[in-house]
């Protein structure tokens, strides 16, 4: 139980504005919290020595940005050697380098900030398990062209970064909740 406006209630403190805000938004359904917007970085364009472009600014979004990533893992997958060692990872780096796009789905419909956590969760598990594959394919190599594995490497780690602080940032607004205390003796 805790104190909210004036008395005792239980569960969740909605703040000042109840739990839907100031009113409620499209899609939003009566008895749903919608935890998760579409989530986007802005990033400046780099120039040729790596110095920032201070006028332009990019917006990405982190839905299209992982269908990229999840499509470039299917691309060095389908270039790999038709070996039975590439086979092996490539299904392995098939199955996780594809994972997150799926899962970020999941949690921009997760039922609760808990189940977002864990669902962002899930991402970051399976983006970690593509580093080190894709790490391995460059070291046996499994791929003709190496030189296809580093962007792919750098944009996966890029990718841990922002999912690492997103669930980082989620976990600092997650309210803990106390189960509720029986109202009588229980027998």
Same mark, same amino acid.
């Given at each position: &139980?805790?104190?909210?406006?004036?008395?005792?209630?239980?569960?969740?403190?909605?703040? &000042?504005?109840?739990?839907?805000?100031?009113?409620?938004?499209?899609?939003?359904?009566?008895?749903?919290?919608?935890?998760?917007?579409?989530? !986007?970085?802005?990033?400046?364009?780099?120039? +040729?020595?790596?110095? %920032? /472009?201070?006028?332009?600014?990019?917006?990405?979004?982190?839905?299209?940005?992982? @269908? %990229?990533?999840?499509? !470039?893992?299917?691309? @060095?997958?389908?270039? /790999?050697?038709?070996?039975?060692?590439?086979?092996?990872?490539?299904?392995?780096?098939?199955?996780?380098?594809?994972?997150?796009?799926?899962?970020?789905?999941?949690?921009?419909?997760?039922?609760?900030?808990?189940?977002?956590?864990?669902? &962002?969760?899930?991402? @970051?598990?399976?983006?970690? +398990?593509?580093?080190?594959?894709?790490?391995?394919?460059?070291?046996?190599?499994?791929?003709?062209?190496?030189?296809?594995?580093?962007?792919?490497?750098?944009?996966?780690?890029?990718?841990?970064?922002?999912?690492?602080? !997103?669930?980082?940032?989620?976990?600092?607004?997650?309210?803990?909740?106390?189960?509720?205390?029986?109202?009588?003796?229980?027998?």
């Amino acid at each position: &139980m805790r104190w909210w406006r004036g008395g005792w209630a239980w569960g969740v403190n909605h703040g &000042m504005h109840g739990r839907y805000g100031r009113g409620r938004g499209q899609g939003e359904e009566k008895g749903r919290l919608n935890v998760q917007q579409p989530t !986007s970085n802005a990033q400046r364009p780099r120039g +040729e020595e790596g110095e %920032e /472009m201070p006028n332009e600014v990019r917006r990405y979004d982190l839905d299209d940005r992982l @269908l %990229e990533y999840s499509a !470039s893992v299917v691309r @060095l997958v389908e270039n /790999m050697t038709g070996t039975k060692a590439a086979n092996h990872v490539g299904g392995q780096l098939l199955r996780s380098g594809t994972s997150p796009y799926f899962n970020h789905g999941e949690a921009e419909a997760a039922e609760s900030p808990r189940d977002f956590v864990h669902k &962002m969760g899930v991402c @970051l598990k399976e983006l970690r +398990e593509t580093k080190r594959a894709l790490k391995l394919t460059r070291k046996v190599p499994l791929v003709q062209d190496r030189t296809t594995i580093d962007p792919l490497l750098l944009e996966t780690e890029e990718l841990i970064k922002i999912f690492f602080v !997103s669930i980082r940032t989620a976990k600092k607004n997650v309210v803990r909740e106390s189960p509720p205390e029986p109202y009588g003796k229980v027998l």
